[in-house]
């Protein structure tokens, strides 16, 4: 069966520092993978999306990037965090017209 | 006008209620419908998944889809305090590469004992 692997679960770092959220799935091949954040009254904004390795469109400019270096590894970065990074970071998989699959999240509180 | 808008609640109802969960679209291109339960601090799930319009059942819960109105809904019956957690509905005009989703914010749904 397929499951999708998200960590870590909570994560609270400075102003200025750096970022890597990482997203694997397991039992499928290549999937389509989503990054969303998740901010309160705000719902789900989808940040990046990934059709195959290498393969990254952004939805929204920002203090964020993507990498796909392997089929089913989706990496979330940042070189210096900002306090409006904060949310809940929520990564996604899909392989067909039938619904996304969601990882448990990240919960990222810039200080 | 948004693509997708939701009622953000909260909304609070006694065990055993029927609930009515809804929302609205302006996009006509939209042809799968999908619900996401949330529960706090977790992922969402996968409720419901409709194609076009109709209606489809699974246990306690019916999704309908009004095409013609750009309006959907979700029907709990019986509802549990295990019911509650923040609903979103999702649509989508496509499947294949360009498959992407647009979610509504969400419906706080709190069922008391």
């Known amino acids: 069966s397929q499951t999708i692997h998200q960590w870590p679960a909570t994560l609270v770092q400075p102003v200025g520092s750096p970022l890597s959220l990482e997203c694997t799935v397991e039992?499928?091949?290549?999937?389509?993978l989503y990054w969303y954040r998740q901010a309160a009254g705000r719902g789900l904004q989808l940040l990046f999306y990934?059709?195959?390795?290498?393969?990254i469109s952004s939805e929204v400019p920002q203090n964020l990037s993507a990498s796909r270096p392997q089929d089913r590894q989706f990496i979330l970065s940042s070189k210096k965090l900002l306090l409006s990074d904060s949310g809940f970071y929520l990564c996604?998989?899909?392989?067909?017209?039938?619904?996304?699959?969601f990882g448990s999240g990240t919960r990222l509180t810039v200080v | 006008q948004k693509e997708v808008e939701q009622d953000p609640g909260p909304l609070s109802v006694p065990e055993g209620a029927i609930v009515s969960l809804n929302c609205t679209y302006s996009?006509?291109?939209?042809?799968?419908f999908m619900w996401y339960r949330q529960y706090s601090r977790k992922g969402p799930e996968l409720l419901m998944y409709?194609?076009?319009?109709g209606n489809k059942e699974d246990g306690r819960f019916t999704a309908q889809v009004d095409k013609s109105s750009k309006y959907i809904s979700l029907f709990i019956r019986d509802s549990q305090p295990s019911d509650s957690a923040t609903y979103l509905c999702?649509?989508?005009?496509?499947?294949?590469?360009?498959?992407?989703?647009?979610f509504g914010k969400g419906t706080l749904l709190t069922v008391n004992p």
């Open positions: 996604a998989w899909s392989v067909a017209v039938g619904g996304y699959t």
């Open positions: 039992g499928t091949s290549n999937p389509n």
């Open positions: 990934s059709i195959g390795i290498d393969q």
């Open positions: 996009n006509s291109a939209f042809q799968y």
């Open positions: 409709t194609y076009s319009s």
């Open positions: 999702a649509m989508s005009n496509s499947g294949g590469s360009n498959y992407k989703l647009t």
